[in-house]
């Protein structure tokens, strides 16, 4: 498929919006179901016709897209550290896992048991939460780079709530190499800022 310099948007977008998530639940607990959904359902478009098709629509990314908005628009009081961190580091895990072949194909035959169990129970179910989290564990997070999540000990311990992290990192993870394969590199928030901000503020909202 073509890509747009709104498909970059929207991709980054993603991976903005799983960062959110991700400081969410580990400060509160608590995060958006909707938009939850929305990220982890990314996880199972893996042939789309469009990057409109794996969010269910840009509208879906509005989190995220008013998070990487405010990086862009270098607006300080919006910003928050452990958010674009959690960005930053997706996107840089995400290029280590495309040279991982072997590893790539491991995900992919997980994933593919999981998408068996978000077609009969749906993809925001526990079962579904759980085994996303554990493809996460077994595989991305072996890296020897990490994401080390800043939160509340009582919301980081919980069992659930930290399967809804890790799962959410894996479509963060997702939404990184959608950026990747649009032409997108860590370049692009620094020279081509402006240009990928207007792009940002074109997404429906």
């Known amino acids: 498929m073509r890509h747009s310099m709104m498909d970059q948007a929207a991709a980054l977008s993603g991976v903005f919006q799983a960062a959110e998530l991700v400081d969410k639940l580990a400060k509160t607990g608590q995060c958006d179901s909707e938009v939850m959904n929305a990220s982890i359902n990314s996880i199972f478009i893996t042939s789309p016709q469009s990057v409109s098709e794996v969010y269910g629509g840009f509208e879906h990314l509005s989190t995220g897209r008013k998070s990487l908005e405010s990086v862009l628009s270098r607006n300080s009081s919006a910003i928050q550290g452990d958010v674009v961190r959690y960005a930053l580091a997706l996107i840089h895990i995400e290029k ?110």
């Not at 997980?110 to 068996?116: C, G, I, M, N």
């Not at 579904?128 to 990490?146: G, M």
């Not at 190499?177 to 081509?192: K, N, V």
């Open 96 to 205: 280590k896992l495309s040279r991982n072949s072997k590893m790539l194909g491991t995900i992919s035959s997980r994933l593919a048991r999981s998408q068996e169990q978000a077609n009969h129970f749906g993809s925001n179910h526990e079962n579904v939460i759980s085994s996303l989290a554990s493809v996460y564990l077994d595989t991305i997070s072996t890296f020897k780079t990490r994401i080390q999540v800043n939160g509340d000990a009582r919301h980081l311990q919980n069992t659930m709530n930290a399967s809804r992290i890790r799962a959410v990192l894996l479509a963060g993870i997702r939404s990184a190499m959608l950026w990747r394969q649009c032409g997108g590199s860590r370049w692009h928030l620094f020279i081509g800022r402006n240009k990928l901000l207007g792009a940002v503020k074109r997404l429906p909202s």
